[in-house]
């Protein structure tokens, strides 16, 4: 797996993914590319049911030892709400592979959106 010195990228370009969360384990992010790195600087929870809470999990999908990793595990949302997972203060990197996954208790209820950068050294 490539980890590129980020002091030498030659280009940083800001991301952002959104959608809604289901009940089936899915793919937030796309896995990092090789000789690429990104910092996950936010990570936004919103429950977009007006009457019932629901849980959300969000894990780190590691490339190298194909383990997630639980940045939030079934974490209840109340209606109305938001949970921020991850602020630029807690900012992650993400190496070749890994990427950002996510479930709810319900489907539809949760809506996310990540923002991030992508560092290139190419």
């Not at 790195?37 to 894990?59: L, P």
Request: glycine letters at 4%.
């Amino acid at each position: 797996m490539a980890n590129p010195n980020i002091a030498a990228a030659t280009s940083i370009y800001g991301r952002t993914v959104m959608g809604a969360l289901t009940t089936s384990n899915a793919d937030l992010t796309s896995a990092v590319a090789s000789d690429k790195i990104q910092r996950v600087n936010t990570i936004i929870i919103s429950n977009v049911d007006g009457s019932a809470a629901a849980t959300c999990t969000i894990t780190v999908y590691n490339a190298d030892n194909t383990t997630e990793y639980k940045l939030a595990h079934t974490i209840s949302v109340p209606p109305d709400s938001t949970l921020v997972v991850l602020s630029r203060d807690t900012s992650i990197y993400l190496e070749e592979g890994d990427k950002i996954r996510g479930l709810a208790s319900a489907n539809s209820d949760l809506q996310f959106v990540i923002s991030y950068e992508e560092l290139d050294d190419a």
